[in-house]
Nanobody
Framework: QVQLVESGGGLVQPGGSLRLSCTASGAIFERYNIGWFRQAPGKEREGVSAIRLNDGTPYYTDSTRGRFTISVDNAKKTVYLQMNSLKPEDTGLYSC???????????????WGQGTQVTVSS
């Protein structure tokens, strides 16, 4: 089992940047995939980005590719999500999740953090 804690959210103006962190504990970190998801008010949770920790392969959605960068510090058991050129539609509760198997389905990720709020507004 793995425990996840997110940090780094906040209020930012359109065009601004934020870096989110997801720190893991309680498991062999490198065996997992870590995904970032977000949920806007009134909408379903959706995937944002993910990384396969055994080889560092990143995944992005069409809406985040080119603006967001996912990275990992294995020594700190932390995955980062650098978010640039933020838009109001990026607003939401951002959560990280862990799974031994990569999947695009939210329901396939068994371990979740509590989330950190990102608000993009002028």
């Amino acid at each position: 089992q793995v425990q996840l804690v997110e940090s780094g959210g906040g209020l930012v103006q359109p065009g601004g940047s934020l870096r989110l962190s997801c720190t893991a504990s309680g498991a062999i970190f490198e065996r997992y995939n870590i995904g970032w998801f977000r949920q806007a008010p009134g909408k379903e949770r959706e995937g944002v980005s993910a990384i396969r920790l055994n080889d560092g392969t990143p995944y992005y959605t069409d809406s985040t590719r080119g603006r967001f960068t996912i990275s990992v510090d294995n020594a700190k058991k932390t995955v980062y999500l650098q978010m640039n050129s933020l838009k109001p539609e990026d607003t939401g509760l951002y959560s990280c999740a862990a799974s031994l198997y990569y999947s695009v389905k939210v329901s396939d990720w068994p371990y979740w953090g509590q989330g950190t709020q990102v608000t993009v507004s002028s």
